[in-house]
């Protein structure tokens, strides 16, 4: 069983920084899907729908949402089996849950994801 462990949130001021990861569990079904998988970060603000905001391929390459392109990076330590995403000049429309999963999602690996607050 695949899973997925996001760590990092917190409260931060608005301009501020975060640093978020996400570790696959050590199992050796878990290696193989990270390794082979494009992964994402996702969020879901309050009220609103769970959105996708940066993904990174096997190879590296990586895409953004608008709304988070040239503030957030999106980055993979395949040996770590590690996802991380740094979060620059945090706005407070970025207050979300965050959660990591292979891109398209799977409903098996959605973990609990952690909570990013952004305050004026």
């Known amino acids: 069983q695949v899973q997925l462990v996001e760590s990092g949130g917190g409260l931060v001021q608005a301009g501020g920084s975060l640093r978020l990861s996400c570790a696959a569990s050590r199992s050796i079904f878990s290696a193989k899907i990270f390794v082979i998988n494009t992964m994402g970060w996702y969020r879901q603000a309050p009220g609103k729908q769970r959105e996708l905001v940066a993904t990174?391929?096997?190879?590296?390459?990586?895409n953004y949402a608008d709304s988070v392109k040239g503030r957030f990076t999106i980055s993979r330590d395949n040996a770590r089996r590690t996802v991380y995403l740094q979060m620059n000049n945090l706005i407070p429309e970025d207050t979300a849950v965050y959660y990591c999963?292979?891109?398209?999602?799977?409903?098996?690996?959605w973990g609990q994801g952690t909570q990013v607050t952004v305050s004026i």
């Open positions: 990174i391929t096997s190879g590296g390459s990586t």
């Open positions: 999963n292979v891109d398209p999602s799977d409903d098996r690996y």
